[in-house]
């Protein structure tokens, strides 16, 4: 993605509709010779056609996140688990409505601090060319043309990738953390911390200058849902009882595995949009057979994160872990993201492979360092998030220097920012909900529904509480 966006979002599509008409053409027995180049009017279509049809499969993950969740938490929490999914989606898109993608990609620069944010002005919306063309004004069709896609398309593409930003962080603080105390965090996120990082990239920002490279979001998405969530960890504190007084780890499996596999699945499912869809082009040829390669690689990685983690889990975590094998297809993702434009299609296989066996590690080690993450989201994103953008080096042509610098910087502002505002909505309003609640359980204690009505509620034994 940031090679096309380069220095202020250079979205540039090409034509594509001349090899459809050949197949079509081949379909219909109709005799081709030679085609001219495609229109611009059929370019703008197939450009438009991907952002919205991709950013639908992006936003599908919303559902994988919410099932992965559910089914990983205790079932006294999966109710508010499908609520604050469905929650920071709808402030995600309404944050980078009213300001998020002005800040992250509208005259980035133009205030004169060096690339680091763009305009504070508010609301997003269409052109005044294609408000002019769909109220019937032919004249403004060859200035809507020549931009290459609708504008709103392009709004719904990014917005997307904001909400998964955000729900990486719902997953790893689950069971404790307080609905509205996230949902005001999840504001925060969306609003002003993600939009800036874009802007330092995508938006054609200071980074983006210095050529630093993530083609889909392994640092700019991935990673700043995982510097979130460790502030957040780290600020909220491990669930009661999640760490015993003799420093022993108290085992939590997940209460519904079929949800977290189903989610699993869909997520993967999604990620082909999500990586797909960064090509931000499919008016030529050579789009499509990009965007053919960038599925390749996404698939390839996931499937070898999946193997990888089961590999090593046994003499990592001492068993066979299928929770580890489904966050190593997660990790694999992760860790291709950065790069899955590459064309030598076994290394998405080993960066894929590699990425999980730092998953699997980071998830022995947040245990040794007791920090609580409910379903694997620091690991799975931040930790492979790091090896996928350093792994751009290797084949797709990315500066160590840089790309490590990108990874620093990114980490040093998310993590600050977001401690300080975990820290503050702590000592104003509580991130925490109350001990009784979260041994009830917060279906029960905070919103007075149960997810599994027929099942009896054991609350669990204060003994082991810290």
């Known amino acids: 993605m940031s090679v096309l966006m380069g220095v202020l979002r250079s979205r540039h599509p090409a034509a594509l509709a001349a090899k459809v008409l050949l197949l079509l053409g081949g379909l219909l027995c109709v005799p081709t010779v030679a085609y001219a180049a495609v229109d611009g009017e059929t370019q703008f279509v197939f450009n438009t056609f991907l952002f919205i049809i991709f950013g639908v499969l992006v936003m599908w993950m919303c559902a994988g996140f919410t099932m992965l969740e559910s089914g990983s938490v205790r079932t006294k929490n999966a109710s508010m688990i499908c609520l604050k999914n469905i929650g920071l989606y709808s402030i ?44 019937g004004d032919e004249s403004a069709m060859s200035a809507v043309v020549e931009n290459g896609y609708s504008t709103m398309s392009d709004w719904f593409f990014q917005m997307v990738f904001v909400a998964t930003a955000a729900s990486i962080v719902s997953g790893a603080l689950a069971e404790r953390v307080k609905m509205w105390s996230f949902f005001l965090f999840t504001l925060a996120l969306t609003a002003i911390i993600y939009p800036v990082v874009g802007a330092w990239t995508w938006g054609g920002g200071w980074l983006s200058e210095l050529g630093f490279q993530d083609f889909a979001g392994s640092t700019i998405v991935h990673s700043t849902g995982g510097w979130a969530a460790l502030a957040g960890a780290l600020v909220v504190g491990p669930r009661l009882g999640k760490f015993r007084r003799d ?38 040829a050579a789009d499509a057979v990009a965007i053919s390669h960038v599925l390749v690689n996404t698939n390839l990685a996931a499937a070898a994160g999946v193997m990888a983690a089961l590999i090593c889990s046994r003499p990592i975590l001492g068993r066979m872990d299928l929770f580890a094998g489904l966050n190593g297809a997660i990790a694999g993702l992760v860790s291709i993201t950065a790069g899955p434009d590459i064309t030598e299609h076994y290394w998405a296989v080993i960066i894929g492979a590699i990425g999980a066996v730092v998953c699997t590690a980071g998830i022995k080690l947040l245990e040794k360092i007791k920090v609580d993450d409910v379903v694997g989201a620091i690991p799975a994103h931040l930790m492979a998030g790091i090896w996928g953008t350093l792994a751009v080096c290797i084949v797709a042509g990315g500066n160590f220097g840089v790309q490590l610098l990108g990874i620093v910087a990114v980490g040093a502002f998310v993590f600050i920012v977001s401690w300080v505002l975990w820290w503050v909505l702590g000592k104003t309003l509580s991130v925490r909900v109350a001990p009784q609640v979260e041994r009830l359980g917060q279906d029960v204690g905070e919103l007075g529904i149960e997810a599994y009505p027929e099942f009896v509620l054991m609350p669990e034994e204060e003994d082991d509480d810290d």
């Open 247 to 284: 420093g022993s780890v108290r085992p939590t499996p997940p209460s519904n595995i079929l949800l977290v596999t189903l989610g699993v699945f869909i997520l993967w499912f999604g990620w082909f949009g999500f990586n797909g869809g960064s090509q931000l082009a499919l008016g030529s």
């Open 92 to 135: 995600a898109g309404l944050a980078y409505y009213f300001i998020g993608y002005n800040l992250m990609y509208v005259g980035v620069g133009d205030l004169g601090l060096g690339g680091l944010i763009g305009s504070f002005t508010l609301l997003y919306g269409p052109s005044a060319n294609d408000i002019a063309l769909v109220g």
